[in-house]
């Protein structure tokens, strides 16, 4: 046996928040079709296994964060839906709903930022990936909500038009990182500020990648439509409009169902010509495709009448042998116009960690290209852009892990590490040369030193962070913590504001119901610790586990509910400390094992509840057990149904909640049983078609389930909905001192108070 270490351990040059992609190989691994048999198979489990210390490196890296989401919503199904979350919204607003959310916050900490936009006026809008628009008119240092709460939470896509008109593409175009990336429902346009938006259309098209207006006509627009990552055709590819949105033409097809549009750039002294990168990508249960031959540069000459692939590189990027040509591990690329005929382009492969492909500069409008030099800025395929400065043709900008900047065309490059990492969005500011707006991982910075090093200020209010989980104080129901995608664990003690005070991203926290300083906090892949003053002190857990012990990307840990001096971990085997901090396996593997299966390659326990002797288990791959003896001994409950995302019990009574659209798998998502596991019922009843992530067994025995789409609480088949959330997923919920809490992916922590008065109202 051996103890385990975390991932990032090796990782000399990478710091902690750096983990955004779930890359838990080592910096230097790849991951390509090229490089590996079986990639997906063979990355799902070098993902759950063990780093050890004196193990080599696997040629092949792991699966990104957004896997954990994907393979839930998608177990168990052949696909997801089109506008499966949208459907399920709006079954969400048929059912009664009762109570009020209260916001709780954070408001500092941030989170992913797909898209940002300056307009005329100087007022920057962002898009938060599963957060919805927000506005600042104090130059990015507090945010205001200008997106209806029943709208697509799922923005990318932004630009503000030279008539003051500013449009929002729904459906994130980045794939796979940190969550399932929602779809959205097209193009939407505001023309006061926000106060109203208008659908233009482009209903089908699922994500929006870029949108760029044509400066001297801001009738005529682009879309960049890159489509569902789940299904093929829909509307994909470059859409035109030339009457500011009230009819589309497609003007720019892809090669095949899976290739969509995901940049394009209007050269700035010639109108005419335009730029789109095209893309190749698909995701199925069994299936992870970020790249193909239908991926790559197209120009035209004609404002988008007619389009010609642009192929021809006359020097390659050191260790790039494509160029632009079409190619199996052509994955994302992106494209930047300037004035003068300056084209730059950057291309990767489509492996675990998006490998930089090549860098590429054109000064006759990309009828020849060169190499600009590499980069490395990494995370091709979550960060793909390139950012021409509209004052400086020489000054570029690349996302990547870290933000790196070129002051003389692409030649040489510097590393900007001083703000979040995982970048997305550049904006200049038209009304004051030289400010910079920025977005990635961590939220906003601006720059009014034309994003020198060192010159970013972190916005000061931005209420969107992706929250994985939450815990409350049953002595104190202010002191919230909770984990959250890329910005670690953070708490409402120790500061004056939320502050971190646990890093990865943060999934699993914990208070001792006894003592509110005895908390815990994971990263991902059941790396966890302990602190006993409240977290300004940790100590590792300590795991007995061996080398081939598999562990999820959000790992149950738990108190026993009668007593949390013992708690479990689960892998694919439970362990259990009776002192909070050394833990041993008490349990055989209890799921079908990693096996060859695609679908469900992780083999790991998702969630435990104990009391005494008694313990139930769920797995990833639809098995529910159950111990009387504490562990010697297991009954199976349930198996082969969807990804179990949480086990509870009261008595006899044992509720079970199940992940997947049904739409999909013609399953329930909540099962219950009323003789400790021997017989079941399905009392989804009118709950949306949706994922149920947690399930409570509330006062009075009322259930409350945390859904995509909403909070609802029943007796038995008939829910009612909780309040009114924004369509941000409900991640996991938590009842303290006669409170709810509800951790959102995308709008951070609600709370509401269960009155009798209005469990009264629940039947």
Request: proline share 6%; aromatic share 10%.
């Amino acid at each position: 046996m051996r103890d385990r270490i975390r991932p990032w351990a090796r990782w000399a040059v990478v710091p902690a928040f750096a983990l955004v992609a779930g890359l838990t190989a080592p910096a230097h691994a790849k991951a390509t079709g090229e490089d590996c048999e079986e990639p997906e198979v063979k990355a799902a489990k070098a993902a759950t296994t063990r780093v050890l210390e004196d193990e080599e490196p696997e040629e092949c890296g792991p699966l990104a964060p957004g896997e954990w989401k994907a393979r839930q919503d998608l177990s168990g199904g052949a696909g997801l839906p089109e506008q499966a979350l949208l459907t399920a919204a709006g079954q969400a607003r048929r059912i009664r709903s009762v109570g009020h959310w209260t916001s709780e916050g954070p408001a500092n900490i941030g989170g992913r930022v797909t898209g940002v936009s300056v307009d005329r006026a100087g007022a920057v809008f962002i898009t938060a990936a599963s957060g919805g628009v927000w506005k600042s008119t104090d130059r990015a240092t507090t945010f205001r909500s200008v997106w209806p709460d029943d709208f697509p939470q799922a923005t990318g896509a932004t630009v503000a038009a030279p008539d003051g008109a500013v449009y929002v593409g729904t459906g994130e175009a980045n794939p796979g990182g940190g969550s399932l990336t929602y779809e959205g429902n097209g193009i939407y346009r505001t023309t006061d500020g926000g106060r109203t938006w208008q659908n233009l259309g482009l209903r089908h098209s699922a994500t929006i990648g870029r949108i760029a207006v044509d400066p001297r006509n801001p009738k005529r627009i682009f879309v960049a439509a890159t489509g569902s990552l789940f299904r093929p055709g829909g509307e994909r590819g470059v859409y035109r409009t030339t009457d500011g949105g009230r009819t589309w033409r497609h003007v720019l097809a892809g090669a095949n169902a899976w290739t969509g549009a995901v940049d394009l750039a209007i050269a700035p002294d010639r109108p005419d010509t335009v730029y789109a990168t095209l893309w190749d990508r698909q995701r199925t249960p069994s299936l992870r495709r970020y790249g193909g031959p239908g991926s790559g540069l197209y120009r035209s000459t004609d404002g988008g009448a007619h389009w010609t692939r642009l192929e021809n590189v006359t020097k390659l990027t050191p260790g790039d042998t494509t160029g632009l040509r079409p190619d199996p591990s052509f994955s994302r690329s992106g494209v930047a116009a300037a004035p003068g005929g300056r084209v730059y382009v950057r291309t990767a492969t489509w492996g675990a960690y998006g490998d930089e492909k090549g860098f590429y500069v054109s000064d006759d409008g990309g009828n020849t290209f060169t190499t600009g030099g590499a980069h490395e800025a990494g995370l091709g395929w979550w960060g793909g852009e390139v950012w021409a400065d509209p004052a400086d043709r020489n000054h570029v900008l690349v996302p990547g892990q870290f933000l790196r900047e070129s002051k003389d065309g692409g030649r040489t490059w510097t590393n900007d590490t001083g703000t979040h990492v995982d970048h997305h969005a550049i904006a200049w500011d038209p009304t004051k040369p030289g400010r910079v707006y920025e977005g990635n991982d961590g939220g906003v910075y601006r720059s009014d030193a034309n994003a020198a090093a060192g010159s970013w200020t972190h916005a000061a209010y931005e209420p969107w962070t992706q929250f994985y989980s939450v815990a409350v104080s049953a002595q104190d129901p202010t002191r919230i913590t909770g984990g959250a995608q890329d910005n670690g664990s953070n708490r409402t003690w120790g500061g004056e504001r939320w502050n971190s005070w646990y890093d990865g991203d943060g999934e699993q926290n914990l208070i001792d119901p006894r003592n509110q300083n005895r908390v815990y906090a994971c990263y991902q892949y059941g790396n966890c610790a302990r602190s006993l003053d409240g977290g300004d002190n940790t100590t590792d857990l300590t795991v007995a586990a061996d080398e081939d012990d598999r562990f999820n990307w959000f790992s149950p840990l738990e108190f026993a509910t009668d007593d949390p001096d013992v708690t479990y971990l689960g892998g694919n085997r439970l362990f259990r400390s009776a002192d909070g901090l050394h833990f041993t396996p008490i349990s055989p593997d209890l799921t079908g094992g990693p096996g060859d299966d695609p679908v469900y390659p992780f083999g790991t326990l998702t969630s435990v509840q104990a009391t005494g002797d008694r313990i139930l288990a769920g797995t990833d791959d639809g098995r529910v057990q159950l111990t009387s003896d504490a562990g010697r001994t297991w009954t199976p409950l349930l198996t082969g149904k969807q990804w179990v995302t949480r086990v509870r019990f009261d008595g006899a009574r044992i509720v079970v909640t199940l992940s997947g659209y049904r739409a999909g798998t013609g399953g329930g998502n909540v099962l219950t049983s009323y003789d400790g596991g021997r017989t079941w019922s399905d009392i989804t009843g009118n709950l949306p078609t949706a994922p149920v992530n947690d399930v409570i067994i509330g006062p009075r025995g009322v259930l409350v389930v945390a859904t995509d789409a909403g909070v609802f609480a029943g007796l038995g088949r008939r829910w009612i909905r909780l309040g009114s959330l924004p369509l941000a997923s409900v991640t996991d919920i938590e009842f303290k001192a006669g409170r709810l809490f509800a951790a959102t992916f995308g709008r951070g922590v609600y709370s509401m108070r269960l009155t009798p008065a209005l469990l009264n109202r629940i039947d």
